[in-house]
């Protein structure tokens, strides 16, 4: 790490800290949930004090530099090397491994490979069991002690509505279903592999985003990488937030279209680059764009930050643009009804061009989907390699999901799926309310389920991680490079299956690990959570 570029990097982040704090404030409108959290909604990006970024960058340059100094120590031999290299009658051939891009892998991940892949011997719901795991080579390898931690709480998982469960009066159509149909398909849609339930669950879907029709993936990510490159390409421009998935990204790339980057919910930014593309055309040719797709997320699982969807709908009309909408995190999880940032911001679903979402997280189950216009269904039918050449779905997935939502929808008679919504939508509001009363610095708005904490310094993630196991809290810790340089997080995510004692003994953990690890850096002052959200704002209608 070279002093200039750690001087830029400085320079910068004094340039954003005068700035002020980043946020922006959304009227909501619709049904919101009762008495004073009708009002405006806001998202804030509080910046850390500067002394943290000095330390951060302090600690980062400590760690590369030992990091050398271990790097020199193998290569002469005083210490055994334990990464993948080439072998010595191939050392004329081009290099199957890069080394100095595993640098960091080998100097700075392995160290604290143990907050990650945790083997979990349970169901992951609100709590699970661990199997317990040490090194002796520095994470190196693991070995099983045999020992089990028992009940450790979950806030790392995607189970906002609490479907991932063992239940078996909830899963006895699921239980009907696999004796049914069995477990697999082995078969695409378009041959042998086109059941029934698929085509139920196809037409709920489609019922439940109030859209046209819809077509299901087995797999989530895949619905994003192997749908894009059906919709757009050479000749066409995509205008993608900055903070956009993997699965976007790649998408993106596969597609062959032309990409540009707009900063994350900016709509000054985006607005810049759709005029700039309206009136330029194509680099060079200065031809029209075939198709201009504006690439977003309902809620940025790394931010918490929900989209601006009504002010990004207004600029997509204004430039005849498409628009991509990524419900992965938002639905199930916003909404009155669970549907999402639509019925969030009340905006009409068919002013969203592509709708797209996971099963993974808010219905317990996996795959995804592709909703809209009958015509766009249609087409990706037959041009979507996902559809195409992807196994269908497993039949007790479909189940699953179909389950879900008919709990979501009431159709199964009962009020549970609004139970659910409603709770997890009073345990977001909650949990963010007391963590900012403590002083930590987290992102996001309040609507979103997605809690990310910011810890900023690489020794203090690990800390924490560590820290948190010791107290029986599972979590999940995010750094460099997955996030800026100088962002190190930790991402909580918050269940409708999660208790007001469960979130109470997370949060005395917490404040007892802030205060012991000096993660406090919230500068603001905050008044106390039933100010806020009082519980009867969450009760169900009589």
Not at 125 to 148: A, H, I, K
Request: proline share 3%; charged share 20%.
């Amino acid at each position: 790490m070279s002093s200039g570029w750690m001087s830029h990097l400085l320079v910068m982040y004094v340039f954003s800290e005068s700035s002020g704090v980043r946020s922006h404030v959304g009227h909501k409108n619709g049904h919101g949930t009762a008495g004073a959290c009708r009002q405006n909604r806001q998202e804030s990006f509080e910046q850390a004090p500067m002394y943290v970024a000095v330390m951060t960058y302090l600690g980062y340059g400590i760690v590369t530099l030992f990091g050398y100094v271990r790097d020199f120590l193998r290569a002469v031999g005083l210490e055994k090397c334990h990464v993948a290299q080439e072998r010595d009658e191939q050392k004329d051939f081009v290099p199957l491994y890069q080394d100095f891009e595993n640098f960091y892998t080998r100097n700075l991940y392995m160290r604290v490979r143990d907050n990650w892949n945790r083997p979990i011997c349970s169901l992951p719901g609100p709590v699970f069991d661990l199997m317990e795991r040490v090194s002796d080579d520095y994470n190196w390898t693991f070995r099983l002690t045999g020992r089990t931690i028992h009940n450790v709480i979950n806030v790392g998982s995607y189970n906002y509505l609490g479907f991932a469960e063992n239940n078996a009066d909830f899963l006895k159509t699921v239980a009907d279903t696999t004796c049914q149909f069995g477990v697999g398909v082995c078969s695409t849609r378009q041959e042998m592999g086109n059941l029934s339930i698929h085509e139920e669950l196809e037409k709920l879907v489609a019922n439940f985003l109030g859209v046209e029709s819809s077509m299901t993936f087995g797999m989530g990510f895949a619905t994003n990488s192997m749908n894009i490159p059906a919709l757009v390409g050479k000749g066409c421009l995509i205008l993608s937030d900055e903070l956009n998935h993997t699965s976007l990204i790649l998408g993106a790339r596969l597609s062959g279209a032309t990409i540009r980057v707009f900063k994350h919910n900016n709509m000054h930014s985006l607005e810049k680059m759709l005029r700039e593309a309206v009136c330029s055309g194509q680099t060079r040719t200065h031809r029209p764009w075939k198709k201009i797709l504006i690439i977003v997320e309902g809620i940025y699982s790394m931010e918490g930050s929900v989209v601006r969807l009504p002010e990004i709908i207004a600029l997509k009309k204004k430039y005849k643009a498409y628009l991509y909408l990524d419900e992965a995190h938002s639905i199930g999880a916003v909404g009155p009804s669970g549907r999402g940032v639509t019925e969030l911001f009340d905006v009409d679903p068919t002013d969203v061009d592509v709708m797209m979402g996971t099963f993974t997280k808010s219905f317990g189950a996996s795959g995804g989907y592709i909703a809209g216009k009958k015509e766009l269904v249609d087409y990706l039918r037959s041009h979507s390699h996902s559809a195409v050449y992807a196994s269908a779905m497993s039949p007790p997935v479909t189940e699953q999901i179909i389950r879900a939502l008919k709990c979501l929808m009431g159709k199964d008679g009962s009020t549970e799926g609004i139970r659910r919504i409603r709770q997890l939508a009073e345990n977001s509001r909650y949990f963010r309310a007391r963590l900012k009363e403590m002083g930590f610095i987290i992102y996001g708005s309040d609507d979103s389920p997605v809690v990310p904490i910011l810890l900023y310094m690489p020794g203090k993630v690990v800390a924490f991680a560590r820290e948190m196991l010791d107290r029986r809290i599972g979590v999940v810790v995010v750094g460099f490079p997955a996030t800026p340089i100088t962002e190190a997080r930790a991402r909580f995510c918050l269940s409708a299956a999660h208790t007001r004692d469960m979130l109470n003994q997370v949060l005395h953990h917490l404040n007892e690990v802030g205060d012991r690890l000096c993660l406090k850096f919230s500068r603001r002052k905050y008044s106390s959570w039933p100010d806020l959200c009082e519980e009867t704002d969450f009760e169900l209608d009589s």
